[in-house]
């Protein structure tokens, strides 16, 4: 009997190492890489699930993924205690101001922010005369409504009224279904939550915004000098991103595991919008690499010009997609 429970303890913590990379790490003799991410919300979902699932596992690498601010990471990474970052939008600016910062990969094609309204508004020019609210001047909310609305004709504070409402999505929400706003910019989940309650999603971001959210940027020093690691790193977010938009159960169950939507119609909604949200290649669009440049030269009061080889490196990114599509 004891040396029955002897083999299943054994059998239960080596199917514990395997599941967690933490375990077994060092017999299994994988690299550490150190990944620095803004949040773990729907557009690092892929990089959770390439740990979760042993996707850099199976590229020889253990990924710790650690949380915190954009400007930290970029920090951290540039004095070599991290690998990679994610945040795309600072590295853009980073790099246009001198630093050797590159990005390697996108994980999305575009924001996952949408204009959400009440039902009765069903066109951009029924907006004239209604609130809209936002989450603080110059916030990314109060930036993206205003582009929207201009982009249809609309003066901001004159056809269409801005309301500061400082705090979180769900105090907008909830503004929303008191009748307080007319409308507000709202990120995963919580605009498909407000879908749910019967608002309406009017425009996405993305067809406006096309710089991508979220991927893997690290510096010109670690591609020169490892090459490789960066190629499978690439590789494991590039599978991990496709095994989730075709595998709806499994991204439900990370989804509420990491954001605790445990609301069935609600994690549809959100894997319906993930299958258009996350890049099979990795590689950002001339357009929104024109707008990333555009928007860190207008930052930094740049006037020369500026090559996108200068703010990023995608010869990784598209060795992985050819070397994935080969497989399959």
């Known amino acids: 009997m004891n040396l029955i429970r002897f083999l299943t303890g054994a059998l239960i913590l080596f199917l514990m190492g395997l599941a967690h990379?933490?375990?077994?790490?060092?017999?299994?003799?994988?690299?550490?890489?150190?990944?620095?991410?803004?949040?773990r919300g729907i557009p690092n979902l892929g990089l959770l699930a390439g740990q979760r699932y042993g996707f850099f596992r199976a590229q020889g690498l253990d990924a710790e993924l650690i949380v915190m601010r954009?400007?930290?990471?970029?920090?951290?990474?540039?004095?070599?205690?991290?690998?990679?970052?994610?945040?795309?939008?600072?590295?853009?600016?980073?790099?246009?101001?001198?630093?050797?910062?590159?990005?390697?990969?996108?994980?999305?094609?575009?924001?996952?922010?949408?204009?959400?309204?009440?039902?009765?508004?069903?066109?951009?020019?029924?907006?004239?005369?209604?609130t809209l609210a936002?989450?603080?001047?110059?916030?990314?909310?109060?930036?993206?409504?205003?582009?929207?609305?201009?982009?249809y004709g609309l003066a901001p504070e004159v056809d269409v009224k801005l309301r500061v409402l400082f705090g979180n999505h769900p105090l907008r929400l909830t503004a929303l279904q008191a009748g307080q706003i007319d409308g507000t910019i709202m990120t995963m989940p919580y605009?498909?939550?407000?879908?749910?309650?019967?608002?309406?999603?009017?425009?996405?971001?993305?067809?406006?915004?096309?710089?991508?959210?979220?991927?893997?940027?690290?510096?010109?020093?670690?591609?020169?000098?490892?090459?490789?690691?960066?190629?499978r790193a690439v590789k494991a977010a590039l599978m991990a991103s496709r095994f989730l938009k075709e595998n709806k159960n499994e991204f439900v169950k990370l989804l509420e595991k990491e954001s605790g939507v445990n609301d069935a119609i609600v994690a549809g909604l959100i894997h319906e919008e993930i299958v258009k949200l996350y890049s099979d290649t990795g590689i950002v669009s001339d357009e929104a690499m024109h707008e990333f440049v555009a928007t860190s030269k207008e930052a930094l009061k740049v006037s020369r010009e500026v090559s996108f080889s200068e703010i990023a490196d995608f010869s990784f990114a598209r060795r992985a997609a050819s070397e994935l599509r080969e497989r399959r």
Do not use: C
């Open 21 to 39: 990379p933490a375990w077994g790490q060092q017999s299994a003799g994988l690299k550490r890489i150190r990944i620095g991410i803004p949040n």
């Open 70 to 130: 954009p400007s930290i990471a970029l920090q951290t990474l540039m004095a070599g205690d991290l690998d990679y970052a994610t945040a795309l939008a600072s590295t853009a600016r980073a790099a246009v101001g001198g630093l050797p910062v590159r990005i390697l990969i996108a994980l999305t094609v575009g924001q996952d922010f949408s204009l959400v309204v009440r039902s009765d508004i069903r066109r951009m020019e029924d907006l004239k005369g209604k």
């Open 134 to 151: 936002t989450s603080g001047v110059g916030e990314f909310t109060d930036v993206g409504v205003r582009l929207v609305l201009k982009k």
């Open 191 to 231: 605009n498909k939550m407000a879908v749910k309650m019967g608002f309406r999603e009017l425009v996405h971001l993305r067809e406006f915004i096309k710089t991508p959210q979220g991927g893997l940027v690290t510096t010109v020093q670690k591609i020169r000098s490892e090459p490789d690691m960066i190629l």
